[in-house]
T-cell receptor, first 116, second 115 residues
């Protein structure tokens, strides 16, 4: 079974600065999908960014980028120019590539605080 | 992505009673999922709701406790039966299309408190 580990329960960053959230995972599959989801106090899970394991290029979405190290099974999220609206719980998630087995396995989350 | 409406958004229930949570998607989807998020915890999959057949439950979750219906491609319900305080959690509905290269999207969740 796949596992996802987030070793930072809480992080804080000054507004406009850069922060990196860590995520490691364990799997025996060679192809898979990785995601970062954001959960603000509204409880809505919002997709931040995704990465396909077969792609060597790191995904980027505006101020959000990942550092995907497949051999190390590491998938960190970098948030640049942090904004107050980035404050939330961030969950790293894994998904198998197999059709019909598309459940998400989540890490324990990192609570990000933005300091004005 | 489609929009998921979940009802109720929150409820306070007496132990021993049951609550049914509804999940409505504004477009047809092939897969629907129910997750539980206990206080301060991560999300754990309860089951995959299958249209026209019985749900597929994850280890540790059983149909008698969490019966699920999925009568069509846009709607599902999760019932939390014979509730105890340990069932106090956020319950989230999720959905995605059948294409592998698509993301799952989520409802806003139901915050359940059992007293």
């Amino acid at each position: 079974a796949q596992t996802v580990t987030q070793s930072q329960p809480e992080m804080s960053v000054q507004e406009a600065e850069t922060v990196t959230l860590s995520c490691t995972y364990d799997t025996s599959e060679s192809d898979y999908y990785l995601f970062w989801y954001k959960q603000p106090p509204s409880r809505q899970m919002i997709l931040v960014i995704r990465q396909e394991a077969y792609k060597q290029q790191n995904a980027t979405e505006n101020r959000f980028s990942v550092n995907f190290q497949k051999a190390a099974k590491s998938f960190s999220l970098k948030i640049s120019d942090s904004q107050l609206g980035d404050a939330a719980m961030y969950f790293c998630a894994y998904r198998s590539p197999n059709f019909g087995n598309e459940k998400l396995t989540f890490g324990t989350g990192t609570r990000l605080t933005i300091i004005p | 992505s489609a929009v998921i409406s979940q009802k109720p958004s929150r409820d306070i229930c007496q132990r021993g009673t049951s609550l049914t949570i509804q999940c409505q998607v504004d477009s047809q989807v092939t897969m629907m999922f129910w997750y539980r998020q206990q206080p301060g915890q991560s999300l754990t999959l309860i089951a995959t709701a299958n249209q026209g057949s019985e749900a597929t439950y994850e280890s540790g979750f059983v149909i008698d406790k969490f019966p699920i219906s999925r009568p069509n491609l846009t709607f599902s319900t999760l019932t939390v039966s014979n509730m105890s305080p340990e069932d106090s959690s956020i319950y989230l509905c999720s959905a995605k299309t059948g294409t592998l290269n698509t993301e799952a999207f989520f409802g806003q969740g139901t915050r359940l408190t059992v007293v």
